[in-house]
């Protein structure tokens, strides 16, 4: 099993996508999910994006890993 923080899609130019992983700019491969566009949030596994989440999402994953660093505390 492998956790995939929520990442936001800076650029897109044909197959790959600039994001912002932990506040630094990575490329990815974009193959594996179609109509994704700047803006967008997404999951990244090994390079590549895996799944298109919703703004929502994002926000809850990301808060459920901060309460997990946190020991579980609010």
């Known amino acids: 099993m492998c ?3 929520p990442t936001k ?3 897109i130019k044909n197959d790959k996508a600039v994001v912002e992983m932990s506040g630094k700019k990575k490329e990815v491969g974009t193959r594996l999910v179609s109509g994704i566009k700047k803006g967008d949030y997404c999951l990244v596994s090994n390079g590549f994006i895996i ?3 919703s703004n929502q ?3 809850e994953i990301n808060a459920l890993f901060k309460k997990i660093l946190r ?3 609010k």
Do not use: T
């Open 57 to 59: 999402q994002a926000k």
């Open 9 to 11: 899609i800076l650029k």
């Open 51 to 53: 799944k298109k989440i």
């Open 71 to 73: 020991g579980g505390k």
């Open 3 to 5: 956790l995939s923080n």
